[in-house]
Every structure is written in C-alpha cells, then in structure tokens.
C-alpha cells in the first residue's frame, strides 16, 4: 500500500460531518467552469458588501482552507495541529492592495506575529509575499534596473526598510521568515533583497529563508550561483523549494510580449527540476536548509528516501516538509508521525479580505491535474472506513 494513503492518520481529527462538507467542496472546485463562475461572483458579492456572504464563505471555504480571521481565533487550529506534530505559518492573506498605508499596516501585522509566536514551538516559521511590502510594477522596474525617479527610489527604500524591520526582528527573536515567490517578472528584485537580508541576518544560521519555483527555468542555476556567493561572503541559506503557481499567467504574459517562456515545457520537466533541487539541497547541507513545499506524494517520499540514504536522522534541523491547511493532511500527519519536520501554511484575515486568496486557490487547485481528485478519494475513502 502507497505510504500516504493511511486516512485514519489523515483525517483523525474531523468528524463526518466535516469530512462530508469537504468533499462537497471539493467536488464543486473539481469543476473548472463551476469553479470559474463561483469565484467571479464570491469575488462580486463580496466586493459589493452583500450582507449575507460572510456566512456563507466562513462556514464554507474558510473553515477548510483558513485558520480563522485573527491570529487568536487561529490558535484553535494552531494547537490542535501541534497536538499531532505538525507546525503552523501564520499567512495574512491579503492581496491586491497596492497603497502605502496598507503595506505599511501589513508589515506591522507580520512583526506581530513575529512577537506573538516568540518562544511557541508550534510556529517555527513567519512568512511575507513581497508585494505585501511593495507595488509589483516597483520591483520589476529595479529587476530590470531601469532609471528610477525620485519618487520611485523613494518608495523602494520603504521597501527595502520593510523587509529589513521584519528579517531584523526575526534575527533577534531566532524566528526563521520564508520570503515568498510570485511573477517572474518581479522575482528578480525580491531575489536580490533575499540575498542581501540572507547576507545580513544569516551569519550564524539561516533566519531568512527564499522561494524557489522550480516549474521555472534556470531556477537551479540561480540556486548554484547563489550558494557559490554565500560561501564567499560566509552566510546561510534558507530555501522554500515549491514548483509554482503561476503557470497559465506566466504563459499567457510571454506570448503576449513576446519573450521567451520561464516556465517548463512539460509537467514531466518541472518534476525533473524539483528533483534536482532536492539532490542540490541534500548534497550541500552545510550551507543550506530546505523546506520542501509540495503536495506530490512522489516527491515527499523521494525526500525521505534521499535522507535515509545519507543516514539522516528524520528530524534533521535542515530539512522540513510543509502543505496548506486543508489540504494533504495524508502527507503532512503521516510525516510528523514518523518523526519528520512538518508545518502548514495556515491563512487568516478577515472573510472579505481573504476571499482573493480563497479564489485563487479553489481556480489553482482546478488547474493541478490531480489534485482535487486525490482529496476526493482519500475523503471517500475515509468515510467508506468509518461505514465498516
């Protein structure tokens, strides 16, 4: 029997009731066109303040795939987790806002949590995107070095601030921060303040931890150059090895501008990549940390078996495994009850300003071949169990 298809471990914490829910909803988001129609009008419902959509999306989406709208309420998930081995990432989720007062309102938010998680074990990670911190169109201007106005060197330097406050604070309190990935078209600029906060607050060990998409091309390249820099100027790294989610966007932009596609040409290519990240990382421990961010019951076994044949011990220090909340719960409580390095993204914020994230979720799990099949089985399988 496949190692993850253990339910009982999987799902040992919900009742059938929220196992039925689940599977509702997961069966709407297996329909692209439906998926599609009720992410357009959630997204205008709740736009348009109606009323009633509050309840509806929190006692729905929410409850699956978010902790609760503050950190406090999102304790609840944060212990019952922890009671299992499993970490949690608090992930203030909010997007597409683009003004200064809420990047600077958002950036005090992440030094709360960093303040509020200190000395709790059950949340080893902080996380940021860094357009939470700054206009995508800023960084994609200083990616390609172009000429910045005064203005515009102005509003980086809030940028660079931003991420200097949080990765500072994160260093004083020994609290590690994942840096997230986004567009290929920004990346280059979040890259190079990772590294310069990498070289700053990484000295010692890694505080300050980059996304890498491995879905794109030259990503292993970036990471080789990378580690060849952190050797010469003696720092850390820290990586969130992810494939990517961005695939039709990134696609669509480069047909439409003309230059040369960053993302791989096939599933099988992208799976190739990912692998070789995980030899990279495993084959240069002294100088990196990973934390693999996958779904892909293939390759969190390849994980382990690459560890055990270096005679890693499974809570190696360098290495975590990681998946959202509510979502892959057979991969993530099989991994901590063996003993593995385990946390979960979990979201929170308040209902209206979260549903940009539950909706690119519900359309990104549509698009993963897969994905949503294989939550549909587990959970059928589960409650097919219990029947006995």
């Not at 961005?246 to 190739?272: L, V, W």
């Amino acid at each position: 029997m496949p190692i993850f298809n253990d339910t009982k471990v999987a799902f040992a914490d919900k009742t059938d009731a929220q196992l039925r829910k689940a599977y509702w909803m997961f069966k709407m988001i297996e329909q692209p066109a439906l998926t599609n129609i009720g992410t357009s009008l959630l997204n205008f419902t709740v736009h348009n303040n109606f009323p009633f959509v509050n309840g509806i999306v929190k006692n729905t989406l929410f409850e699956q795939f978010v902790g609760g709208e503050t950190r406090e309420e999102s304790m609840k998930a944060v212990k019952q987790l922890f009671k299992r081995g499993v970490g949690s990432i608090f992930d203030y989720s909010i997007e597409g806002k683009e003004d200064e007062e809420t990047f600077d309102a958002v950036c005090q938010e992440i030094k709360d949590i960093i303040k509020f998680s200190v000395g709790n074990p059950a949340i080893p990670f902080i996380v940021f995107k860094p357009t939470a911190f700054g206009r995508i169109d800023l960084y994609e201007a200083v990616g390609k070095n172009a000429e910045l106005t005064s203005s515009q060197k102005e509003e980086w330097a809030r940028v660079v601030k931003r991420f200097d406050e949080v990765c500072k604070l994160c260093h004083e309190h020994e609290k590690k921060v994942m840096i997230d990935a986004e567009e290929s078209w920004m990346q280059d600029a979040a890259d190079q303040l990772c590294e310069e906060m990498m070289e700053k607050y990484n000295q010692e060990k890694p505080i300050v931890w980059n996304t890498i998409q491995m879905y794109r091309t030259h990503r292993l390249e970036y990471m080789e150059a990378n580690l060849q820099r952190a050797r010469e100027r003696n720092y850390f790294i820290g990586y969130k090895i992810v494939r990517g989610a961005y695939m039709e966007k990134e696609r669509a932009r480069a047909a439409e501008k003309g230059y040369a596609d960053p993302i791989q040409p096939t599933k099988d290519a992208s799976d190739k990549n990912y692998n070789a990240g995980i030899d990279f990382i495993l084959n240069h421990l002294d100088k990196v940390s990973a934390f693999f961010g996958t779904h892909n019951e293939i390759s969190s076994e390849l994980v382990m078996d690459k560890m055990k044949a270096k005679s890693l011990e499974n809570n190696d220090p360098h290495i975590y495994f990681g998946q959202l909340y509510g979502m892959s719960d057979n991969i993530s409580f099989y991994l901590s009850d063996k003993g593995y390095n385990v946390a979960k993204y979990l979201p929170y914020g308040p209902v209206k300003d979260v549903v940009p994230y539950l909706t690119r979720r519900a359309r990104e799990n549509t698009s993963v071949a897969g994905q949503t099949g294989r939550e549909l089985g587990l959970i059928k399988k589960e409650l097919d169990r219990r029947k006995k």
